[in-house]
């Protein structure tokens, strides 16, 4: 008969064997003359055949050992798909009808459907002006709302930002440990960016997930044959087609590519970065070069016009809205170079090679991460804008935030282990208050973060106008025959598509306009024109105008002696109170020309 010695699990509620120094005490007289030495288990109950009798095995300096184990599979699992639930529930609970960005993209998929099976016209201007190719997202979104209206169109960006937290859990743990990817998933899903993006019909939710797709592919890939990172080049060409600015953060998923493979290949990584920048130039080109998006890409990305917010500005709303989780990445990078190995972090490097990475690796990866997040501020910095700021801020986070966890672990601690509730810390009143001090400082942080994101997320959702009453009191009016002037004419397209279409409605921010005696006008000489002469059967204007012609516009209504105030319809924004008006026009239009 065998003795076995077994190490205790954590939680068995099994006494120890006793120490002395580094050896284990084993009774004489329970071995035999000529009976097999002793046995060591591990705590799963697997032979060290390599560890002498007489010594015990390293124990897991944390609760949750480094090696696989299903029931710590199945508890992160259900925390990671707590997280997705409230996710989710913050997302859905955000309401407004249809802001002007998803009421022009999901009607550009509908009218892009026509086009493909029907043969309609479509808008020649969708390529040049979107912010990503219109047969990509758009179609997705219009198909969506095929099925479940605005709503199904929302319900799209939703799976897609699920599915960005799912990843970064898997490229965290990948990186680091569970636990560390559980408090990365929840301070992601805390923030403002992800909150909207989830219940927001544009191209960013696509774009995010498929970013993330690529750096979970790089990531994952990090032992495997150096050609399969080129898996995640065609993903990333689909990312930046799905939107143009998505390309801010290609470089950073290729130098993940080098930087995560390095503990296991030294310099063979760099080919990774070679074949996958090899491969996006070759795939890219190719798109390029037979599309017609490049007009597109330089109007809304390259040479997008440049704006008037102030630095000072701009570095304020980006530190309320990624301030506090790039705060904690930098702890946890810094934590992390200082020492690689605390208790809740086995790497994934440590389990394959045996040894943790060095520090300039690990300050490497603090930098491409805790940079990543920087881009879209400084970028938009650099063109004095704050426009889509806030969903850009999201594409960062979601590289860094595998760090904001790390440092929220370290804030934390490790999990509770044997020593921390042992006879000498049930003695020790101050090492239990550290204890609880900890664990309740990271709680107060997750529950800020919180906090603030779905304030932030309310007050964004309400910076534009409910449009319900406005769609009510003009569908008995419009036709297919009638011309509509108005400041927010997305909004009425896409809601009227089955009575008007696209060219009967008239934007307020360009228009070109030949009237009565051929004389041809631009700027607002054309809108009062075109008011005078009675080109439009119904004029809205919002107030506070957003336009730089809408000053013009209300000027010429009252005083064309052609339109009639029919209706103002107040509402309330995060900017204030406001109106629309509607006006109607009175006589006849003398049929003019218009472009």
Same mark, same amino acid.
């Given at each position: 008969?065998?003795?076995?010695?077994?190490?205790?699990?954590?939680?068995?509620?099994?006494?120890?064997?006793?120490?002395?120094?580094?050896?284990?005490?084993?009774?004489?007289?329970?071995?035999?003359?000529?009976?097999?030495?002793?046995?060591?288990?591990?705590?799963?109950?697997?032979?060290?055949?390599?560890?002498?009798?007489?010594?015990?095995?390293?124990?897991?300096?944390?609760?949750?050992?480094?090696?696989?184990?299903?029931?710590?599979?199945?508890?992160?699992?259900?925390?990671?798909?707590? #997280?997705?639930?409230?996710?989710?529930?913050?997302?859905?609970?955000?309401?407004?009808?249809?802001?002007?960005?998803?009421?022009?993209?999901?009607?550009?998929?509908?009218?892009?459907?026509?086009?493909?099976?029907?043969?309609?016209?479509?808008?020649?201007?969708?390529?040049?002006?979107?912010?990503?190719?219109?047969?990509?997202?758009?179609?997705?979104?219009?198909?969506?709302?095929?099925?479940?209206?605005?709503?199904?169109?929302?319900?799209?960006?939703?799976?897609?930002?699920?599915?960005?937290?799912?990843?970064?859990?898997?490229?965290?743990?990948?990186?680091?440990?569970?636990?560390?990817?559980?408090?990365?998933?929840?301070?992601?899903?805390?923030?403002?960016?992800?909150?909207?993006?989830?219940?927001?019909?544009?191209?960013?939710?696509?774009?995010?997930?498929?970013?993330?797709?690529?750096?979970?592919?790089?990531?994952?890939?990090?032992?495997?044959?150096?050609?399969?990172?080129?898996?995640?080049?065609?993903?990333?060409?689909?990312?930046?087609?799905?939107?143009?600015?998505?390309?801010?953060?290609?470089?950073?998923?290729?130098?993940?590519?080098?930087?995560?493979?390095?503990?296991?290949?030294?310099?063979?990584?760099?080919?990774?970065?070679?074949?996958?920048?090899?491969?996006?130039?070759?795939?890219?080109?190719?798109?390029?070069?037979?599309?017609?998006?490049?007009?597109?890409?330089?109007?809304?990305?390259?040479?997008?016009?440049?704006?008037?917010?102030?630095?000072?500005?701009?570095?304020?709303?980006?530190?309320?809205?990624?301030?506090?989780?790039?705060?904690?990445?930098?702890?946890?990078?810094?934590?992390?170079?200082?020492?690689?190995?605390?208790?809740?972090?086995?790497?994934?490097?440590?389990?394959?090679?045996?040894?943790?990475?060095?520090?300039?690796?690990?300050?490497?990866?603090?930098?491409?991460?805790?940079?990543?997040?920087?881009?879209?501020?400084?970028?938009? #910095?650099?063109?004095?804008?704050?426009?889509?700021?806030?969903?850009?801020?999201?594409?960062?986070?979601?590289?860094?935030?595998?760090?904001?966890?790390?440092?929220?672990?370290?804030?934390?601690?490790?999990?509770?282990?044997?020593?921390?509730?042992?006879?000498?810390?049930?003695?020790?009143?101050?090492?239990?208050?550290?204890?609880?001090?900890?664990?309740?400082?990271?709680?107060?942080?997750?529950?800020?973060?919180?906090?603030?994101?779905?304030?932030?997320?309310?007050?964004?959702?309400?910076?534009?106008?409910?449009?319900?009453?406005?769609?009510?009191?003009?569908?008995?009016?419009?036709?297919?025959?009638?011309?509509?002037?108005?400041?927010?004419?997305?909004?009425?397209?896409?809601?009227?598509?089955?009575?008007?279409?696209?060219?009967?409605?008239?934007?307020?921010?360009?228009?070109?306009?030949?009237?009565?005696?051929?004389?041809?006008?631009?700027?607002?000489?054309?809108?009062?024109?075109? #008011?005078?002469?009675?080109?439009?059967?119904?004029?809205?204007?919002?107030?506070?105008?957003?336009?730089?012609?809408?000053?013009?516009?209300?000027?010429?209504?009252?005083?064309?002696?052609?339109?009639?105030?029919?209706?103002?319809?107040?509402?309330?924004?995060?900017?204030?109170?406001?109106?629309?008006? /509607?006006?109607?026009?009175?006589?006849?239009?003398?049929?003019?020309? /218009?472009?």
């Amino acid at each position: 008969m065998e003795v076995e010695i077994t190490t205790p699990a954590f939680g068995t509620g099994r006494t120890a064997p006793q120490r002395l120094g580094d050896e284990l005490q084993v009774s004489r007289s329970s071995i035999q003359e000529g009976q097999e030495a002793p046995r060591v288990l591990d705590s799963m109950g697997a032979p060290l055949h390599d560890t002498p009798a007489h010594l015990v095995p390293e124990v897991a300096p944390a609760g949750w050992s480094a090696r696989d184990g299903r029931r710590r599979a199945w508890v992160c699992r259900a925390g990671l798909g707590l #997280i997705m639930v409230v996710q989710a529930l913050l997302s859905m609970r955000l309401h407004n009808t249809a802001f002007m960005d998803e009421a022009l993209y999901i009607y550009a998929g509908h009218a892009e459907f026509a086009h493909i099976f029907h043969g309609a016209p479509v808008n020649s201007s969708y390529s040049s002006t979107f912010s990503g190719s219109p047969m990509l997202y758009p179609l997705l979104a219009g198909a969506m709302d095929s099925l479940g209206d605005l709503t199904g169109a929302r319900a799209l960006s939703l799976l897609f930002m699920l599915g960005c937290t799912g990843l970064l859990y898997s490229l965290t743990r990948r990186l680091f440990e569970e636990r560390v990817g559980l408090f990365a998933a929840a301070l992601f899903v805390a923030a403002q960016s992800t909150i909207v993006l989830g219940w927001f019909a544009t191209f960013d939710s696509a774009a995010l997930f498929l970013l993330a797709f690529a750096a979970w592919v790089v990531v994952r890939t990090d032992r495997a044959n150096p050609f399969t990172v080129l898996f995640a080049a065609p993903i990333l060409v689909l990312a930046f087609c799905t939107k143009y600015a998505a390309g801010l953060f290609i470089p950073t998923v290729v130098a993940l590519a080098v930087i995560v493979a390095w503990p296991h290949r030294g310099a063979r990584a760099l080919w990774r970065g070679v074949l996958l920048s090899a491969a996006l130039g070759a795939i890219g080109g190719a798109v390029l070069y037979g599309s017609s998006i490049l007009a597109g890409i330089q109007f809304t990305t390259t040479s997008r016009a440049h704006g008037t917010n102030s630095t000072s500005s701009l570095i304020d709303v980006s530190a309320d809205w990624i301030g506090l989780a790039l705060a904690l990445a930098c702890w946890g990078a810094l934590s992390y170079v200082w020492r690689g190995r605390i208790g809740e972090v086995t790497s994934a490097a440590r389990k394959a090679t045996g040894e943790e990475p060095g520090r300039i690796w690990r300050a490497m990866l603090g930098l491409l991460l805790c940079g990543t997040g920087l881009l879209a501020p400084a970028y938009q #910095i650099h063109l004095s804008t704050s426009v889509s700021l806030h969903k850009h801020v999201g594409f960062g986070l979601f590289f860094f935030a595998p760090l904001a966890g790390l440092g929220l672990a370290r804030i934390v601690g490790p999990h509770f282990r044997r020593a921390a509730i042992g006879p000498r810390f049930r003695r020790a009143t101050i090492g239990v208050g550290l204890l609880i001090i900890r664990a309740a400082t990271g709680l107060l942080i997750i529950v800020l973060a919180l906090s603030d994101g779905m304030e932030q997320s309310q007050r964004r959702y309400a910076t534009w106008p409910d449009s319900t009453r406005l769609v009510d009191l003009l569908r008995p009016h419009v036709n297919g025959n009638g011309r509509y002037l108005s400041d927010i004419a997305q909004v009425p397209i896409y809601y009227f598509r089955d009575i008007t279409k696209w060219n009967q409605w008239t934007g307020t921010y360009y228009l070109n306009y030949t009237d009565t005696k051929g004389v041809k006008r631009t700027g607002a000489d054309a809108f009062a024109a075109a #008011i005078d002469d009675g080109r439009y059967n119904f004029v809205v204007l919002q107030k506070p105008g957003v336009s730089k012609f809408d000053p013009a516009i209300a000027k010429a209504l009252p005083t064309s002696g052609k339109y009639r105030l029919y209706a103002e319809l107040p509402f309330s924004t995060t900017f204030g109170d406001g109106s629309y008006q /509607v006006w109607m026009r009175t006589s006849d239009s003398r049929g003019t020309s /218009v472009s």
